[in-house]
């Protein structure tokens, strides 16, 4: 896996863990919803100023965003999900 989508798959699965929709991430990163998405499916270079926003937001040291340690995140996110 490479760092996108590493960082892609870690932050859908912080902004489930933490309920948010797409929308309001992007609300609260001052991003737009189509960027918001393009992160989460590995299709754009985020800055590191963004990344430090994202870890701050989820209130993660900022290397937990790049670390492979959630491979099981599909089920995770559909369990997350069904706790909604």
């Known amino acids: 896996m490479n760092i996108k ?4 798959k870690n932050v859908r699965y912080y902004r ?3 309920q948010y929709s797409q929308q ?6 001052d991003i737009s919803v189509t ?4 992160i989460e499916c590995r ?3 985020v800055s ?7 870890a701050h937001l989820f209130e993660v040291p900022y290397p937990e965003l790049f670390k492979e340690n959630h491979h099981h995140l599909p089920d995770k996110i ?3 999900h069904k706790n909604m």
């Open 78 to 80: 559909n369990q997350l």
């Open 5 to 8: 989508q590493t960082l892609g």
């Open 24 to 29: 309001t991430l992007a609300e609260l990163l």
């Open 16 to 18: 489930f863990r933490n």
């Open 48 to 54: 590191l100023d963004l990344i430090e926003k994202i």
């Open 43 to 45: 299709k754009c270079n």
């Open 35 to 38: 960027y918001m998405s393009d």
